[in-house]
T-cell receptor, first 112, second 113 residues
Framework: DAEITQSPRHKITETGRQVTLACHQT?????MFWYRQDLGHGLRLIHY???????NKGEVSDGYSVSRSNTEDLPLTLESAASSQTSVYFC???????????FGSGTRLTVV | QQQVKQSPQSLIVQKGGISIINCAYE??????FPWYQQFPGKGPALLIA?????SEKKEGRFTISFNKSAKQFSLHIMDSQPGDSATYFC????????????FGSGTKLNVKP
């Protein structure tokens, strides 16, 4: 069965360290996304990609970067982790808005 | 500035009751309004969606009511069950663009047996 997987599920890192969160999908979707989920804010778009070599900034992109070298993967990198980036991060893919997002199970990141 | 305002933040309903979650928006350019359901430890999943050319959409026990003039839409869960206990997010988008897609802040629903 097709799926979207995120790793790790939990991560604790120190302020200033570079961190990369992995996202891998086997749906063959061109569209992939990273959201962060914080209490009281719902889900906010960090970065998104419409295909290989395409990346775009979302609403809360400062301090984050992504790259898309193939259809299946969209890793999210925190260049220099800050305590404000403590959050739950969700990767998603989609064929179209009408089909809805398929979300991964999330990565809980704590920056200490 | 939150594009979509959702209320209440949490909701407790008895089994068999009706759960009602409300959302409001200001941008009249929004033209697609989905609801997502999220269980603990999982990502959100599309539950039901509506376009503004209809005032109501029903799928099983779940109904979206849409009031274009008031710029409000709501989710009604009829005959609520303990298995419906989850966090619900409304959302809105413009012109079916992923980068113009905004989620509400979420409502945690607890259905008591």
């Amino acid at each position: 069965d097709a799926e979207i997987t995120q790793s790790p599920r939990h991560k604790i890192t120190e302020t200033g360290r570079q961190v990369t969160l992995a996202c891998h999908q086997t749906w063959n979707h061109n569209n992939m996304f990273w959201y962060r989920q914080d209490l009281g804010h719902g889900l906010r778009l960090i970065h998104y990609s419409y295909g290989v070599q395409d990346t775009n900034k979302g609403e809360v992109s400062d301090g984050y970067s992504v790259s898309r070298s193939n259809t299946e993967d969209l890793p999210l990198t925190l260049e220099s982790a800050a305590s404000s980036q403590t959050s739950v991060y969700f990767c998603a893919s989609s064929e179209s808005i009408w089909d809805g997002y398929t979300f991964g199970s999330g990565t809980r990141l704590t920056v200490v | 500035q939150q594009q979509v305002k959702q209320s209440p933040q949490s909701l407790i309903v008895q089994k068999g009751g009706i759960s009602i979650i409300n959302c409001a928006y200001e941008n009249t350019a929004f033209d697609y309004f989905p609801w997502y359901q999220q269980f603990p430890g999982k990502g959100p999943a599309l539950l039901i969606a509506i376009r503004p050319d209809v005032s109501e959409k029903k799928e099983g026990r779940f109904t979206i009511s849409f009031n274009k003039s008031a710029k409000q839409f709501s989710l009604h869960i009829m005959d609520s069950q303990p298995g419906d206990s989850a966090t619900y997010f409304c959302a809105a988008s413009r012109q079916y663009n992923f980068n113009k897609f905004y989620f509400g802040s979420g409502t945690k629903l607890n259905v008591k047996p």
